[in-house]
């Protein structure tokens, strides 16, 4: 037993000398050869223990955290199927296009009928608002089909400052036609049909139709006012010749009847002029005239002796009248006092077919 323990103590003394030596000794002689590989040995050998566990590591690391994964993109909001807004379809729609779709449709300019006119008008000058965004919004969450109305706001103020414009530019009296001498016979002006916007009418057709979102063409309510006088309905015209005493009849410019007359003497001559017919009288009394020739005179009934005969037509130029005479005689010469006289059933005939208005030149041809 002491042997053994002897023997074995021997053993491990040799086994701590050389380890030693060998750490003593490197890098001299053979032996430092051989201390040097016994070394790399375990060098070689630790250095793989200690590399092991990195791997190992590593392995670990990359188990434990998996690569993120890409952000998925958001599905774009659309309209549901069907659905209208304003009566545009915009369904299936993102809500930035149906905005456009709307809010142009919303723009579009509104078309005026003035007369034989054509305009067209943007709705913003007419004063209107349409809420178009939040129609679409509502649109976003309806169900499909829904067909949703766009609220808009008009101005009317704004609206009745533009129709007051357009009656401006559209409003016109009418123009009676109108006859002048051309040549001794009469020519006629053209007449002019008025025209008449009415305002208030024209305000309210045009909110209701912004309000409702049309774009139809619509028809102002322009009110034609006919003259009073035209070139077709002008009636009679009287053309005297003072010096050749003869008394043309017209229809308009169209000569109707030529009848004999007699006009004033030199002393008291009949004017000459415009004039028109301003009285009508049937079976006249005569009074006398503030003249000389007629001092002392005094007033005739009606009757075979009246000087003025059945019928007057007074004239709008002081004391002077066309008019019926029993002196036949007469006509054809300068022989009265300023009047024309005409035979009793040529003044008759003439009463019947001229009115008060009715146009007279008087000439000196």
């Known amino acids: 037993m002491l042997k053994r323990l002897a ?10 000398g050389g380890v030693l030596a060998a750490g003593v000794l490197a890098g001299t002689g053979p032996l430092a050869t051989t201390a040097s590989t016994s070394t790399d040995t375990t060098a070689t050998a630790t250095t ?10 590593t392995a670990t690391t990359t188990a434990t955290a998996p690569a993120k994964p890409k952000p998925q993109p958001k599905p774009v909001a659309r309209l549901p199927l069907g659905v209208k807004v304003g009566g545009v379809h915009v369904g299936g729609l993102r809500p930035t296009v149906a905005y456009e779709a709307v809010h142009e449709a919303y723009a579009s300019p509104l078309t005026l009928l003035v007369g034989k ?12 608002v349409a809420y178009v965004q939040n129609a679409v919004a509502k649109a976003l969450h ?16 704004v609206t009745r400052a533009y129709v007051a414009s357009l009656s401006q530019r559209f409003e016109r009296q009418p123009v009676d ?10 020519v006629l002006t053209p007449s002019v049909v008025g025209r008449h916007l009415d305002l208030k009418a024209t305000v309210t057709t045009l909110v209701k139709a912004l309000m409702a979102g049309r774009r139809t063409p619509l028809r102002l309510a322009l009110t034609f006012i006919q003259p009073t006088v035209s070139d077709v309905n002008f009636g009679a015209v009287i053309v005297i010749h003072r010096n050749s005493n003869r008394l043309y009849l017209y229809k308009g410019s169209t000569l109707w009847r030529t009848l004999g007359v007699a006009t004033g003497q030199a002393i008291y001559p009949t ?21 000389p020739w007629a001092v002392g005179a005094k007033p005739i009934p009606p009757g075979p002796g009246n000087p003025l005969g059945t019928r007057w037509m007074g004239l709008s130029a002081p004391g002077v009248g066309i008019h019926g005479t029993p002196d036949s005689g007469s006509i054809g010469y300068s022989a009265s006092h300023g009047c024309i006289r005409m035979l009793i059933p040529d003044a008759e005939w003439l009463f019947a077919h001229v009115d008060i208005g009715t146009q007279v030149f008087i000439v000196s041809a």
Do not use: C, Q
């Open 7 to 16: 023997l074995t103590m021997a053993v491990l003394a040799l086994a701590a």
């Open 48 to 57: 793989a223990t200690t590399a092991a566990p990195t791997t190992a590591t």
């Open 117 to 128: 006119l054509r305009l067209e008008v943007s709705p913003s000058k007419l004063g209107v």
């Open 142 to 157: 309806s169900s499909p089909g829904a067909d949703l109305r766009v609220h808009v706001v008009v101005h009317a103020d």
């Open 177 to 186: 036609a109108r006859v002048f001498l051309r040549s001794l016979k009469p």
């Open 271 to 291: 004017p000459l002029g415009h004039f028109s017919i301003v009285v009508k009288w049937e079976n006249p009394w005569w009074y006398p005239p503030a003249s």
